[in-house]
Each structure stands twice: as structure tokens, then as C-alpha cells.
């Protein structure tokens, strides 16, 4: 071979890059002393040459091609922490593309079998339906959360949130987080007893049952995912709360009930499509009563330059197919334009950082049993999308924003006291 995958290494990403390659050929490049990553063939070249990088090293990754020496599977942050923070390729000059050529062409370039865990291209999903049409819509859902309900048990905790927590301090555990995440938006959307909440996008329930339960409202959550719905309608029951809430297996544009005192929206808006946005708040708007207040959680870009789908092609074909995201502040425009006053808004970015990082160390500590409901290659996928989330909040590659609005009467009454309470309010009541 004209020259080592070491060499190949060194010449195009450097030395300085806090990793060390030791490669099939026998050679070594990078580091002396940094992470160990090892080349085990030529077919994983191939994936990470004919794929985008997150695409490619992951699908190199799940077929046992590539390996970190030392790795925790369940929490790999240290590695994703390098790999993200300051890994770039350096462009070839013109003389050298006759090397890099001849490389390519010694390695057997050509595009490996697709790893089971990855959805179809984006172009090929076409066969189900439109984008964020309701069939596709629910497809992508049932990619993302149809895995078993015992690993999100495992992962997420008692709580069963899959959303970003609040950290009141620095001492909260990630239960106390979830909780006092729910809370907050209870004092946010100002709930009080015999109101009604609608819960869209609800997951397995955690924001009915606390409303429900520490704020006398009756709620509906609606969620795609019939294993989520089928989980929190059999808590309801455990807990005594049926006839108050309900959890329903549905497309939140299938709820025709209105007059609603308050809507939650948690993490639901990263799969609706930002040219939805203006429906999609038109539709919460109209489910609400003359002052009822509309709160909308989710994960953002950190600008506004750029809206739609995922630039991060990993996100894309392994986790969120379909997802999209755009600036809280386009966010805020389309809610003022549907008609809805914004009233407040907060970046919660810290608080999801350290959210997927309790998520990471709970698979981790779970890895076995994790393998044993989900597979190996399903939970490698969530150890690196964990993990490399976490890195992305901490960088500021992406952040998490509430923002709370109300749908103000004819006569501009708005229902809103002169100054907020909510964070002066005890934050769990018993």
C-alpha cells in the first residue's frame, strides 16, 4: 500500500488530536499517549469513507470494525468528547490527491451492508408518506420509541421522563430534577385545581400524572407511541387516576376536544417539521380558553439562521429520522404570528447536559440487562447518542428552550399576574 492508514492519519488530521490509531496494517499514527483507536480492516475504512463522519464511524463501530481501547459502551463521553470537540479534517492539497487516490483505491472502496439499528435515507422514506404526514410521522416515532419500555425503565429511571430536567442545585439527583421539572411547568401554566391540561406528545405520562396528582386538574396526554400509551394508561390505574386522566394512543391533530384551561408541549415539536410550526401552534391556540396558557419545551439551534432538518446525519438515521430544529427565536415569531402572546421564555442548555449525562451512567450501569432487552447494536446506538448529546448541550451545539405564552382574550386580558411566582413557589407539593 502506498501509504499506511497511520500515515494517512497523521497527514490528514494531525497529530494533535488527543487520539492514537493502531491500524490492521500494523501501523500507528496520532498521539503516542492519547485514546487508543483501533482499525481492525479495511472494510471499516470503507464505512468511514463513504459515509459522513458521525454515519460512518458509527456504522464501523456497530459492526465491530473500530474500537476504542478501554470504552465504556454505556457512557462513551470521553471518546465522543474528543471525537466532537476537536477532530477536523485538514483538505488535501492538490498534490497530494494522486496519494489519496491511490490510498482509496488500495482500500477496496465500496459501500458496506447498513447496519440494521439505521432507518432508511431520508429520500427512501418516502415510501412512508410525506414528511411529518401522519403515517410517516408515526413511523419515525415507532423508530425512536417502540423499543421495550423495560430499557427506557433502565435508562431513564423511575420517572420515566424521556425530556430534559430541571437542576434546582448542584445536589439534585436526576429524579429530583424530573420532578422539579413537571413542577415548573405546573407554575408555569399556572394550574389550579378543576382546570384541564392537554398533554401533547405526553411519552409515558409523568406530566398528567403530576398535574393530575399535586394540582387537582384533569388531563388527556396524547403520545404515537402505543407502547408508551399502553405504559401509562396501566399507571393511571396503579395510581387511582383514571377517572381524571387519560393517556391515548393518538396524533395530537386527532384531539377535537377544546376549552382547554392550559397545553403542555415537551420535546414534541422536534418531530413536527418547522414548516408545520405555524399549524402546529394554530391547532394548540385553538384548543385553548379565552387566558389559557400554551407551554412549549424542546431542543433548539443556537441561532436562527438556519432552520429544518438535522445537519448531524447520525441524529438523523439512527434516532431522530425526521427530526428537525429551529432558533427559539423563530420559534417565538411563529407563536406570536398564530395569534399566541409570548410571555417568557428560558434556555435550559446546562440542564439537558446534565440530564443525557445521568441517562449515560444509568444504561451504563445497566449495560447487561440493557443487551439483553434491546440487543447490543440498539444499545451501542443510545450509549453513543447519549453520550454525544451531552457533548453538543456542553459545546453549544444545541440548547433546550421553554417558552410560555397564552392566548389572550379579544379585550387583551392575558390572565397573567404582574410578576411571575413560579420560581418563588415551593417546587414539589406534597
Known amino acids: ?28 499514527g496520532g498521539d503516542p ?80 451492508e447498513i447496519p440494521p439499528q439505521e432507518a432508511p435515507a431520508p429520500w427512501r422514506r418516502i415510501a412512508y408518506g410525506l414528511r411529518h404526514g401522519r403515517a410517516r410521522d408515526a413511523k419515525a416515532i415507532q423508530h425512536h420509541y417502540d423499543v421495550s419500555n423495560k430499557f427506557y425503565e433502565m435508562v431513564l429511571g423511575p420517572s420515566m421522563a424521556y425530556t430534559c430536567a430541571v437542576y434546582p442545585d448542584d445536589e439534585a439527583t436526576l429524579e429530583e430534577a424530573q420532578s422539579y421539572k413537571f413542577d415548573l411547568v405546573c407554575r408555569k401554566l399556572g394550574l389550579q ?21 399535586h394540582y387537582g386538574v384533569t388531563a388527556l396526554g396524547v403520545t404515537l407511541s402505543r407502547n408508551q400509551a399502553t405504559w401509562g394508561q396501566e399507571m393511571l390505574a396503579r395510581e387511582g387516576l383514571t377517572d381524571r386522566a387519560e393517556i391515548r394512543h393518538s396524533d395530537y391533530r386527532h384531539v377535537t376536544e377544546r376549552g382547554f384551561d392550559a397545553v403542555s408541549s415537551i420535546g414534541l415539536t422536534e418531530h413536527v417539521g418547522v414548516r408545520n410550526y405555524p399549524a402546529y401552534f394554530r391547532f394548540l391556540r385553538d384548543r385553548l380558553r379565552d387566558q389559557g396558557r400554551l407551554l412549549n419545551h424542546c431542543i433548539t439551534r443556537p ?18 429520522p425526521d427530526g428537525e430544529l429551529s432558533g427559539s427565536g423563530h420559534i417565538v415569531r411563529v407563536m406570536e404570528d398564530t395569534g399566541l402572546e409570548v410571555r417568557h421564555q428560558e434556555n435550559l442548555r446546562e440542564h439537558y447536559a446534565r440530564t ?54 379579544a379585550s387583551g386580558d392575558s390572565g397573567f399576574e404582574l410578576r411571575p411566582t413560579w420560581e418563588t413557589e415551593a417546587a414539589v407539593r406534597d
Not at 438535522?310 to 431522530?320: E, I
Request: with cysteine; glycine share 12%.
Open 193 to 213: 385545581p378543576g382546570m384541564r391540561l392537554l398533554d401533547v406528545g405526553c411519552g409515558w405520562g409523568g406530566m398528567v400524572r403530576h398535574a393530575v396528582t
Open 33 to 112: 499517549d492519547g485514546q487508543v483507536v483501533r482499525i481492525h480492516s479495511a472494510k471499516a475504512l470503507n464505512y468511514l469513507f463513504t459515509a459522513s463522519r458521525s454515519v460512518g464511524l458509527m456504522r464501523a463501530y456497530l459492526a465491530d470494525e473500530i474500537s476504542f481501547d478501554g470504552m465504556d459502551e454505556g457512557n462513551p463521553y470521553r471518546e465522543l468528547s474528543l471525537y466532537l470537540g476537536g477532530l477536523s479534517v485538514r483538505r488535501p492539497q492538490l498534490r497530494e490527491l494522486p496519494d489519496l487516490a491511490r490510498f482509496v483505491r488500495e482500500t477496496g472502496l465500496h459501500v458496506p
Open 1 to 28: 500500500m502506498s501509504m499506511t492508514v497511520g500515515e494517512a492519519f497523521d497527514r490528514y488530521l494531525g497529530p494533535g488530536t488527543g487520539l492514537r490509531i493502531e491500524a490492521y496494517d500494523g501501523s500507528t
Open 303 to 320: 441561532d436562527n439562521k438556519r432552520n429544518g432538518p438535522l445537519k448531524d446525519q447520525f441524529t438523523n438515521r439512527f434516532t431522530f
Open 356 to 409: 443525557t449525562g445521568a441517562w449515560s451512567q444509568n444504561l451504563s450501569d445497566n449495560w447487561e440487562a440493557c443487551i439483553a432487552q434491546a440487543g447490543l447494536g440498539t444499545a451501542r446506538v443510545w450509549g453513543a447518542y447519549l453520550a454525544g448529546s451531552r457533548v453538543n448541550f456542553e459545546l453549544n451545539n444545541i440548547q433546550l428552550h421553554q417558552v410560555l405564552a397564552v392566548r389572550t382574550s
